[in-house]
């Protein structure tokens, strides 16, 4: 079984559209993982995904309303085997708050998608259904780019 955290700001938008997307491609590939989000941030805690996201979803076939938000917590570097920042900057604030015994490999989603290294998953919070459209297709690219790296550590 392995395991992966998906990590944006406010874990309502990006990160559990992400779960969703990872904990799909997965399955798809007989992959047995488990799967979770957080933000960096804690204002959102306890929410569910932002109305946006879960409509996105939802016109995708995928129901993510019982997801609730949390803040990612020094215990997360060391029970997930990979931690996945949606954006740069959530790299760089969770490489900052990585206790020194963290065991999880930890780096950028889009690292994993060919032609897309270095480049976030922009943030859609003050943007539209065009912009959640697009978090949509840039994490199922990810998600299929994790089970990869995944298969070929495998073998
Ligand atoms: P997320 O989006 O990081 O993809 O969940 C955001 C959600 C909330 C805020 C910013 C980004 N906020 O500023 O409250």
Known sequence: ???ALFVCLGNICRSPLAEAAFRDAAARAGLAAEADSAGTG????GS???PRSQAVALAHGVD???LRARQVSAEDFRRFDWI???????LRDLRRIAPADGTARLLLLNDL???LEGEPVPDPYYGGEREFETVWAMVQAGAEGLVRAMRAEES
């Open 1 to 3: 079984m392995v395991s």
């Open 42 to 45: 804690n204002w959102h805690v």
């Open 48 to 50: 569910p995904p932002d």
């Open 64 to 66: 993510i309303s019982d």
């Open 84 to 90: 996945l920042a949606l954006d740069p900057q959530n």
């Open 113 to 115: 998608v060919p032609g």
